[in-house]
């Protein structure tokens, strides 16, 4: 199984990224597919999640508004178009299935992440 997380880079404040994220292989029977971060010295973050049938979104405080979750099930693909970022949005970027627990979003599948790095 593979998760190709791509699309991160070097991107002044302010600017903005689109991040894909392909899978092939196994398929995962989870709901939901979902975005995590991971910034250096720092847990794993959930970032955003939708849902494989309804389409429903949902996103962290930190990123609302600045951020959009989309998917194209046809590809297999995840995207997330970042907007309005910020320095602090800097990290390594996961796609995962994922679902919700209760008490937060859980991932099920680590794969290859991205780096985003914002400059200020």
């Known amino acids: 199984v593979q998760l190709q997380a791509s699309g991160g880079g070097l991107v002044q404040a302010g600017g903005s990224l689109r991040l894909s994220c392909a899978a092939s292989?196994?398929?995962?029977?989870?709901?939901?597919m979902a975005w995590f971060r991971q910034a250096p010295g720092k847990e794993r973050e959930f970032v955003a999640a939708?849902?494989?049938?309804?389409?429903?979104?949902w996103y962290a405080n930190s990123v609302k508004g600045r951020f959009t979750i989309s998917g194209d099930n046809a590809k297999n693909t995840v995207y997330l178009q970042m907007n309005s970022l910020k320095p602090e949005d800097t990290a390594v970027y996961y796609c995962?299935?994922?679902?919700?627990?209760?008490?937060?979003?859980?991932?099920?599948?680590w794969g290859q992440g991205t780096q985003v790095t914002v400059s200020s």
């Open positions: 995962t299935p994922a679902d919700w627990h209760g008490s937060g979003w859980v991932g099920v599948y």
């Open positions: 292989g196994r398929t995962f029977s989870n709901a939901y």
């Open positions: 939708i849902s494989r049938t309804g389409g429903g979104t």
